[in-house]
């Protein structure tokens, strides 16, 4: 799957510990068996979590006028709506991820809580 950071937010103290939230979201990729039918089908199409998939297909003139035909999809386009980078710089050396604080998943994301000492 891929992970999205999707905010940061924390409280500076200063004695003690500061307390610091990473929220993520994350979903998976994988592969589209198919668009389209018959002989003109595009298969086996890879992408990852946050990609944008979309298709092309065109119009034709059909005997109404009103009623124009579809074309078979010509090409499938998977866009990167973000940027992917390496997220393993994000923590602090010093984060403590335990007593002081938790690692929570939900349906909707991931959030890490945790504590750095001041």
Known sequence: ?????????????LKG????S???????GGTIAQIGEGPDAI????????DYVWYYRGLQQ?????RPLLQPIRTVYVAKIFEEADLNGLFPP???IGSGGDFVTGHTGISVQGSVAA
């Open 1 to 13: 799957g891929t992970v999205m950071l999707i905010g940061v937010s924390g409280r500076q103290r």
């Open 17 to 20: 510990e500061s307390q610091i």
């Open 22 to 28: 990473f929220r993520f979201e994350e979903r998976r």
């Open 43 to 50: 298969k086996n199409i890879p992408f990852d979590g946050f």
């Open 62 to 66: 059909g005997d109404d006028p009103r």
């Open 94 to 96: 010093n984060l403590v």
